[in-house]
């Protein structure tokens, strides 16, 4: 459902020549250029947009998001790129959150852009699948800015993560004993399709560029609560390490997960005909892979391996730890009797002779058998 359909932001006619390449002279004089500025650069340096794409930009209305959108809509035609806005009400937060949705759209209304809001029942979906509040949320956004996305024929989604989210993440994975793919942290552009325009500057750039534009914003109470880690890393831990340890721990929280998505990047392309090389057949609901080959392979090889397949059959790795791979990786040093395992996401690890099965199920597993 489409709110308010007025033209798109961007994009006129006499915009559509070469994209202008001197950013600093494309921009002229005025308040919160120099953001706008570095925010066209960034996007610019990591190929985000391509002349006539759609945007939707996420906007729950709050400081970073609004910022997000006010920028991109500045910087439009630039890039030669349309934006719409898109807001999930995640019905937890009662009457503040319907407050947030009237404020998104009433700002997308006034920017005059497309505008998509949707409603998900989180509470209800996080006691449905098992999951924390705060990841069925995000499973759900998601969902939701990906479904908008295709059926209103956007080709990116925006979203306004920045430094310093990032910083958090990274510490957060750290604290769980994350391996390199964790403290990879969030990438400023996933598989062409999301991007993340604010992924070079600071919480205090956005502060800075909300008061030299006079934006209008929401916040949301939730953000302070400090029953959730990632707000006690925000309010409490790294404040702690920039007055104590480190005073420019976010910067260098970033450094280290550019260093590591890198590093993550190298790994996947050496481990990619690796795995198609111990892949005896596939479907898209089973795996089945040669175990003595896997066994001949380095630890960390086989940990690599074990979770390209799980991620295969899942579609992701959320609640695969390193215990469930090291256990998978345990079956292949175990006598020849068929042994399984029952994995998150109803995944079954199968060993039987010299063949390790990955089975996904359609039905709990305490009721399947053998494959």
Known sequence: MVLSRKKMAGGSKKNRGAFKSDILKALPPGPGRDFERG?????????????HDRVLAGLSGGPDSSAMLRALLEIA??????????????????????????????????????FHPGRKDVKALSRKTGLSIQEAARQARGRFLDDTARK?????????????????LVLMYILRGSGTLGISGMAPVRENRVVRPLMGVFKSDIWRYI??????????????DTKYMRNRIRKDLIPRIQSFYNPR????????????????????????????????????????MDAPGIRRLHTAAQRRVIRKALARLKGDLRRITLAHVDAVIGLLFKDGKTRQLHL????????????????????????????
């Open 39 to 51: 925010v066209a650069r960034f996007a610019r340096e990591r190929d985000m947009f391509a002349p």
């Open 77 to 114: 035609d630039l890039f030669q790129i349309s934006v719409g806005a898109a807001h999930m009400n995640h019905l937890i937060r009662g009457e503040e959150a319907e407050r947030d949705a009237a404020f998104a759209a009433a700002l997308a209304e006034k920017a005059g852009i497309e």
């Open 152 to 168: 209103a024929g956007y080709d990116k989604i925006a979203l306004a993560h920045h430094m310093d989210d990032n910083a958090e």
């Open 211 to 224: 008061r030299e534009k006079k934006l209008e914003y929401v916040t949301d109470s939730s953000n302070r």
């Open 249 to 288: 721990a976010s910067e260098t929280l970033n450094r280290l997960s550019t260093i590591a998505r890198q590093e993550e990047a190298w790994m996947e392309e050496m481990i990619r005909p690796v795995f198609a090389g111990l892949v005896l057949s596939e479907s898209p609901d089973a795996i089945r």
């Open 344 to 371: 998150p996401g109803r995944i079954r690890a199968v060993r039987k002779k010299d063949a390790l099965f990955f089975v996904a199920e359609k039905i709990p597993l305490r009721r399947t058998g053998p494959p």
